[in-house]
């Protein structure tokens, strides 16, 4: 079992930056695919970006390409997510999310979400 905890959200400007961390717990970490997703109102829950256990590689969508990144930390058992150049259309809540394999379609444990408003 995974218990994921995201912190960092909050409010800024159209261009400005906020950095989400998600701090996991329970079992080794580092042998966890990661991801971040987010959800706006009305809306269906779409996948920011991902990172993989076994190589690291990483994924994002198109509309945040260039402008976030996905990051871990294995050591304290933490993943980020970097926002930059924010856009009102990122408003939404994000969820952190780990998974047992890079083969795996399933996220098994998601966190709270942390809710991340831009205004205009």
């Known amino acids: 079992q995974v218990e994921l905890l995201e912190s960092g959200g909050g409010l800024a400007q159209t261009g400005g930056s906020l950095r989400l961390s998600c701090a996991a717990s329970?079992?080794?970490?580092?042998?966890?695919?990661m991801g971040w997703f987010r959800q706006a109102p009305g809306k269906e829950r779409e996948v920011v970006a991902t990172m993989r256990q076994s190589d690291r590689r990483t994924y994002y969508v198109d509309s945040v390409k260039g402008r976030f990144t996905i990051s871990r930390d294995d050591a304290k058992w933490t993943v980020f997510l970097q926002m930059n150049s924010l856009k009102p259309e990122d408003t939404s809540v994000y969820y952190c999310a780990a998974k047992n394999s890079d083969m795996g379609v399933v996220w098994d444990y998601w966190g709270q979400g942390t809710q991340v408003t831009v205004s205009s």
């Open positions: 329970g079992r080794t970490f580092s042998t966890y695919a």
